[in-house]
């Protein structure tokens, strides 16, 4: 069974950039979640996708956006990158709609 | 103040140590309960996942969730010196639809050998 994985590792960008996370679920899973992880923090919620639509979205301004597709991986897009979007992106994936997220090893996101 | 309150740390144990981790949490809505490990750069990893009150074992691992008194606890009995990691409570609601988690900040556990 494959796990959840993401990319890229890692990503450096300036102020004002955007981004685009990649992650492909777990075999056998077709809900994914977004969380961003500041260091020392726990992650928190960003958005999560079902059916290719999105499903409930955390405090996180319209400037993240995301998609998934058919084969249930996602994107997770940032524009107009700020300093505070630095962290560490997690993705998760789930069977439908189950409290049980699996975590991919995430993508390590330096805004200069 | 957060819903779900988690001591930082660090905690340093010796080896061969029961170490006791514990959140609290404020929204009565938390049904589903879990704990996961973190090693320093990487993702989460599911150790425990728990819906009633009441405790759950596997291995030298037990969770404990007490819904009365909002307050969930991981026991680690037998520690190693590589369960030295973050260790994060998390926890969501039956909210339809949506299975968001909210996380503790992680209590960073050190067990020395």
């Known amino acids: 069974e494959t796990g959840v994985t993401q990319s890229p590792t890692h990503l450096i960008k300036t102020r004002g950039q955007q981004v685009t996370l990649r992650c492909s679920s777990q075999?056998?899973?077709?809900?994914v979640s977004w969380y961003q992880q500041a260091l020392g923090q726990g992650p928190q919620f960003i958005f999560q996708y079902y059916r290719e639509e999105e499903n409930g979205r955390g405090n996180f301004p319209p400037r993240f956006s995301g998609l998934q597709f058919p084969n249930y991986s996602s994107e997770l897009n940032v524009n107009a990158l700020e300093l505070d979007d630095s962290a560490l992106y997690l993705c998760?994936?789930?069977?439908?709609?189950?409290?049980?997220?699996?975590f991919g090893p995430g993508t390590r996101l330096t805004v200069l | 103040q957060k819903e779900v309150e988690q001591d930082p740390g660090p905690l340093s144990v010796p080896e061969g140590a029961i170490v006791s981790l514990n959140c609290t949490y404020s929204n009565s809505a938390f049904q589903y309960f879990m704990w996961y490990r973190q090693y320093s750069r990487k993702g989460p990893e599911l150790l425990m996942y728990?819906?009633?009150?009441g405790n759950k074992e596997d291995g030298r691992f037990t969770a404990q969730v007490d819904k009365s008194s909002k307050y969930i606890s991981l026991f680690i009995r037998d520690s190693q010196p590589s369960d030295s990691a973050t260790y994060l409570c998390a926890m969501s609601s039956m909210d339809t639809g949506r299975r968001a988690l909210t996380f503790g900040s992680g209590t960073r556990l050190q067990v020395q050998p």
């Open positions: 728990t819906y009633s009150s």
């Open positions: 998760a994936s789930s069977r439908v709609l189950s409290n049980e997220q699996f």
């Open positions: 075999s056998g899973h077709n809900t």
